[in-house]
């Protein structure tokens, strides 16, 4: 499979837990966006890489919120203390100027 | 800012009605448009995109078009099947940028 593949595909989680997503692009793309979406809404802009290199933050991220890229590959996005607010799908895609390619996303619970 | 509206929020349409998706954007210099469906609780699927230097892109029983000049986009569902229930959403792609979502259309097929 040589599709944005996202790990785990859903998580649940109690409410002060960290958790820490993985996402492993397509492997010629640079660019890595990582987006959140909450129930009833679209997904939201959280932050994107080139290479190793994180070139915009969302004001949707919090300093709870912390991701990297080591070696312009796989992705992780790690959430400390998590909230009840915390809880939504949260979306990979890589690519380019002219297309991005969507993995199948994490669904977080936090109860 | 790049901004996407989708009306209506909600659609219910009767089984083998042909129906047409709204998606309308502020930004004309689009590069690419792109319509997913996602079902409930699941990841986005991606339906059509279309680049900017096109006009229209079919597949199946879908049609999507662009307009960059009046800044909107449709997507013609023929013949409306109740496997076509799903939120629909649009989203606008504007070079080495995020995608930007509109909040989506719920279609309801009823047999």
């Known amino acids: 499979d040589t599709g944005v593949s996202q790990d785990p595909r859903h998580k649940i989680t109690k409410r002060g837990q960290n958790v820490t997503f993985r996402c492993d692009p397509i492997s010629e793309h640079n660019r890595l966006y990582w987006y959140r979406q909450t129930l009833g809404q679209g997904p939201e802009f959280l932050t994107y890489?080139?290479?190793?290199?994180?070139?915009?933050k969302s004001r949707l991220l919090s300093d709870r919120f912390s991701a990297e890229r080591p070696k312009g590959s796989f992705s992780t996005l790690e959430i400390q203390r998590t909230e009840q607010g915390d809880s939504a799908m949260y979306l990979c895609a890589s690519g380019g100027p002219y297309e991005q390619y969507f993995g199948p996303g994490t669904r977080l619970t936090v109860t | 800012k790049q901004e996407v509206t989708q009306i209506p929020a909600a659609l219910s349409v009767p089984e083998g009605e042909n129906l047409v998706l709204n998606c309308s954007f502020t930004?004309?210099?689009?590069?690419?448009l792109q319509w997913f469906r996602q079902d409930p609780g699941k990841g986005l699927t991606s339906l059509l995109l279309i680049q900017s230097s096109q006009r229209e892109q079919t597949s199946g029983r879908l049609n999507a078009s662009l307009d960059k000049s009046s800044g909107r986009s449709t997507l013609y569902i023929a013949a409306s099947q109740p496997g076509d229930s799903a939120t629909y959403l649009c989203a606008g792609l504007w070079g080495y940028q995020k995608v930007t979502f509109g909040t989506g259309t719920k279609l309801q097929v009823i047999p």
């Open positions: 930004d004309s210099a689009i590069y690419n």
């Open positions: 890489f080139q290479n190793e290199a994180q070139l915009e």
